[in-house]
């Protein structure tokens, strides 16, 4: 169930907004024009921050979409030692400031497991992110048997991650999941042998984009 469904912004972002709006109204009602603007604009910007467009899938049954808005920065095949103990694709995808950080489920199919890890917060367009950063990964496994990790990965801002789903769901592509507040990544592990249809520099829409067609 996409449970932000019609909600024009993410409910976890309303106490930043209001934390930035009630002192802008404040400052405007004494009359001080210079703070109060600054504060305006810094409330605008949180709201644009925590905004959640709506987006729709593409109807292929075999997609996997981009699960965040970015910039893909990796495509490699290595070993996934946690979920697919096995040879995969990675595919990874860096958030900034200015992206849309509402996550969606990459493909249709049963929530199998969920792995919370705490770490440091390291530039998340780093390579070593992955392995050191903490993190959120979310293991789904399609109708057909595949295996896809979706990994929320915090960054050097981001210090919350949130996830909305439970082990035993079953999610469809493109639902809302969850966000990581400013700036972070998302890594993509699907099975070796996956057709991959993006490559390093290209922009993504969480959503929207296809990563890639399972076999």
């Known amino acids: 169930m996409d449970r932000a469904v019609g909600i024009p912004i993410v409910k976890e972002g309303l106490p930043f907004v209001a934390g930035a709006g009630g002192p802008a109204v404040l400052a405007a009602g004494l009359g001080w024009t210079g703070p109060a603007l600054a504060l305006g604009l810094a409330t605008l910007f949180t709201a644009w921050f925590f905004r959640n467009p709506k987006r ?56 199998e497991d969920i792995a919370y890890q705490p770490g440091k917060f390291v530039p998340a367009n780093r390579p070593d992110a992955t392995l050191r950063n903490e993190q959120n990964a979310l293991m789904i496994r399609t109708a057909e048997g595949a295996k896809v990790l979706c990994v929320q990965v915090a960054g050097l801002i981001a210090r919350r991650i949130v996830c909305w ?51």
Request: glycine residues 12%.
């Open 56 to 111: 729709v899938a593409p109807p292929s049954a075999h997609a996997v979409v981009a699960p965040g808005d970015g910039k893909v920065i990796a495509v490699t095949e290595e070993f996934e030692p946690r979920f697919l103990k096995d040879q995969g694709v990675r595919i990874s995808i860096f958030l900034n400031v200015f992206n849309v950080h509402v996550n969606r489920i990459p493909c249709n199919g049963v929530v």
């Open 165 to 215: 789903v439970s082990p035993g769901e079953t999610v469809a592509c493109g639902e809302r999941y969850g966000l990581i507040r400013f700036g972070s990544r998302m890594d993509m592990f699907l099975p070796a042998g996956t057709k991959v249809r993006v490559g390093v520099g290209m922009h993504v829409k969480g959503g929207e984009t296809i990563l890639a067609e399972l076999a």
